[in-house]
Each structure stands twice: as structure tokens, then as C-alpha cells.
């Protein structure tokens, strides 16, 4: 895939699967803005680019903030020269805790972030896409907008969200050559669940994903830049599962045929 000359702004670029994202988009000739709460993590990643001689540079950004959203994509544009072509909206917290004491704060907290963010950053990128008449935004989204767990209150809730705020851009944002899509990544190791994977859940999950093994940053990476891409240009709308086979189960399966 050919990204020369094309713009990229990667939320949680500083790590995970923005990380991922950010340098992929790079090897493939986009010019990066890694942009993330934790600036020496972007500093790093990009850092890291431009060593492989690539085209990047940090941001700092809140992306829950509507004043540090529009401060990082002005920044952006001015290291670009020209407008965003490419949005990955990775930026995304989790905030496991029961329901039935899940405190409001942090509930408002991941929606915030995971929600707020994704519509702030979607609605400033596409300014400038309706005026060059093309775009590309892919959200990352989770399993958990379409498979309950528990303690994931305000984590699954978000995703789902996320999910019907990518239906909506694509609807109002498709007549100007804009495309919108969410990829919803199955299990995969990264610095925000690295927690939660113990040798118990990771044969738990193992056990209901008929890949029978856990995901990769790299095939997380591979699907956002074919969605990046020209040849992704007619889809539109789209929550696209990114998990091994997790989601086309209905009940957990415990053996094999083999």
C-alpha cells in the first residue's frame, strides 16, 4: 500500500495498537502526527520513525478536551502543510470495576475518552476532508461492543458506542468521499490489557477462538491500513471483527474435531 503523501493523525499512537498503527502508516510513506495524552511516549514512537526513515512527529493531546483536540490537529497541520487525510482514533482507557458499585466518575471518565474523543477527533478531521473531498477514519473499536464482560461497564458501553458513532459518520460523511469504519480487535496483548491476560484467561479465551490463539498488534495493523487505503474506498459503515473467529461463536466451544 502506497501512503506517500498522505497525512496521518493516530490517536494512542504513544502505544498499543496506535503504536502499531502509527509506524505502519509510516513504513508505507504517510507522514505521521503521533499524538497521545503521554507526550514522551509519542515523542518516543515517532522518535523511533523517523530513525527507520519515516516521517513523524509528537503531539500531546487530551483527546476528551475539546480545546486540546482542536490545539493538536492546528499543530498537525502545520508540520503536514496541509489538512489530515488519514484519522485513527485508537485513544481508549478501560476502568474495570463491578456494576453494582461502578463509581459515576470514572464511568464518565471511559466515556469521555473513548467516546468524546472519537467524535471530537472525527468532527475536526473531517473539516478539512469535506473540503478536499476524500477521507479515511477508522476507529478502533472491541469485541466488547458486541460481547458482554464482566467488570467492562463503561468499557463495553463505550465500544458499542463507538461502533453506532462510526454508522453515523459514515451516513453524514459518505457524499463527501469520506469513509468511516471501526475494526473491533479480538484478544491481543497490548500496554491497556496486558493485566487482564493471565495464563487462566488466556487459555479461557484461547479455548472460544476457533484460531485457537490470541491476535497480533501486526494483523490489527493490517486491516487499519487496507481500510486506510484506496482500495477500501466503497466501505463504508463497517464494524469489522478483527478477532481469530471469536465473534462468529454463539456458545463457548470446549473441543475439537481434529
Known amino acids: 500500500m502506497d501512503f506517500d503523501n498522505k497525512t496521518a493523525f493516530v490517536t494512542g499512537g504513544g502505544s498499543g495498537i496506535g503504536e502499531a498503527a502509527a509506524i505502519g502508516l509510516a513504513a508505507q510513506g504517510a507522514h505521521v502526527?503521533?499524538?497521545?495524552?503521554?507526550?514522551?511516549?509519542a515523542q518516543k514512537v515517532a522518535d523511533s520513525i523517523v530513525k527507520q526513515g519515516g516521517k513523524a512527529f509528537p503531539i500531546a493531546v487530551?483527546?476528551?478536551?475539546?480545546?486540546?483536540v482542536e490545539a493538536a490537529f492546528s499543530?498537525?497541520?502545520s508540520f503536514y502543510g496541509s489538512i489530515t487525510n488519514i484519522l485513527v482514533n485508537s485513544a481508549g482507557i478501560m476502568g474495570v470495576h463491578a456494576f453494582i458499585d461502578y463509581p459515576v466518575d470514572l464511568f464518565?471518565?471511559?466515556m469521555a475518552v473513548n467516546v468524546t474523543g472519537t467524535f471530537l477527533c472525527s468532527q475536526r478531521a473531517a473539516q478539512g476532508m469535506v473540503k478536499a473531498g476524500v477521507g479515511r477514519i477508522i476507529n478502533i473499536a472491541s469485541i466488547s461492543a458486541e460481547r458482554a464482560g464482566v467488570g467492562r461497564t463503561a468499557y463495553g458501553t463505550s465500544k458499542a458506542a463507538t461502533a453506532g458513532l462510526t454508522r453515523q459518520l459514515a451516513m453524514e460523511l459518505g457524499a463527501f468521499g469520506i469513509t468511516a469504519n471501526a475494526i473491533a480487535p479480538g484478544p491481543v496483548i497490548t500496554p491497556l490489557t496486558a493485566?487482564?491476560?493471565t495464563p487462566e484467561t488466556i487459555a479461557a479465551f484461547t479455548s472460544m477462538i476457533p484460531a485457537r490463539r490470541l491476535g497480533l498488534l501486526e494483523e490489527m495493523t493490517s486491516t487499519i491500513l487496507f481500510l486506510a487505503s484506496d482500495g477500501a474506498a466503497y466501505i463504508n459503515g463497517v464494524l469489522l471483527p478483527v478477532d481469530g473467529g471469536y465473534l462468529a461463536g454463539g456458545i463457548n466451544k470446549t473441543g475439537t474435531l481434529n
Not at 62 to 68: G, K, Y
Open 33 to 41: 502526527a503521533v499524538a497521545d495524552v503521554n507526550y514522551e511516549n
Open 62 to 68: 487530551d483527546v476528551s478536551s475539546p480545546e486540546s
Open 75 to 77: 499543530n498537525a497541520e
Open 108 to 110: 464518565t471518565k471511559v
Open 195 to 197: 493485566a487482564a491476560y
